[in-house]
């Protein structure tokens, strides 16, 4: 089967296994992407499918924030043969040897600030960095992690995304944005 058609059935079965919860009015709608993980032939196809998004760049580690960016990042990391990193939200070190790099988000879909980071020593200054997670909204954790790279004196890829709804043309584009599906497909 060709790379082209693979890949649409894949965006296909993503489409197929999502479903809106609530009414779209209600403040309370929410997406739900757990058949996502529910399905093992899609969960298999989507390490590829985000690797596939960057197959014209070499990645050296993935990045992956708390929650689903973590189980979507290793999954690219082993497509490319590299490690994994977690992108932690509010951790604070254990002890003074344990240096950490960290941030602050813009504000997030909830308009909520988040503190972001990792451990210092695991993005090194020749590193290149692709940024995985399964949805970018507002883009201020990839923003975020796209800083904590820069910090790290390390190269960045760009964001591998499972949905696009991002409503900005200049983030997608600053932050080299590739995504399987974008929300107006869902």
């Known amino acids: 089967m060709s790379g082209d058609v693979w890949l649409e059935e894949v965006k296909s079965g993503l489409r197929s296994a999502f479903v809106w919860r609530g009414d779209r009015t209600d403040r309370?709608?929410?997406?739900?992407?757990?058949?996502w993980w529910r399905r093992p032939d899609l969960l298999?196809?989507?390490g590829?499918?985000?690797?596939?998004?960057?197959?014209?760049?070499?990645?050296?580690v993935v990045l992956g924030p708390?929650?689903?960016?973590?189980?979507?990042?290793?999954?690219?990391a082993l497509r490319f043969d590299v490690g994994f990193v977690e992108v932690r939200k509010e951790q604070v070190a254990s002890s003074d040897s344990d240096a950490w790099l960290r941030r602050t988000t813009p504000p997030d879909y909830k308009d909520r600030h988040l503190n972001l980071g990792f451990r210092k020593q695991l993005v090194n200054g020749g590193d290149r960095v692709l940024f995985v997670d399964d949805w970018i909204e507002t883009g201020?954790?990839?923003?975020?992690?796209?800083?904590?790279?820069?910090?790290?004196?390390a190269t960045w890829l760009g964001a591998a995304t499972v949905v696009d709804a991002l409503t900005n043309n200049q983030i997608r584009r600053r932050?080299?944005?590739?995504?399987?599906?974008?929300i107006r497909e869902l």
């Open 44 to 46: 298999g196809s989507l």
């Open 66 to 76: 708390e929650s689903r960016g973590c189980l979507l990042g290793p999954l690219v």
């Open 48 to 60: 590829p499918a985000l690797a596939h998004l960057f197959a014209d760049q070499q990645p050296t």
């Open 175 to 182: 932050l080299n944005v590739r995504s399987l599906v974008h």
């Open 28 to 35: 309370h709608c929410y997406a739900d992407v757990t058949e």
């Open 140 to 153: 201020s954790q990839a923003h975020c992690a796209h800083l904590l790279t820069q910090d790290a004196e």
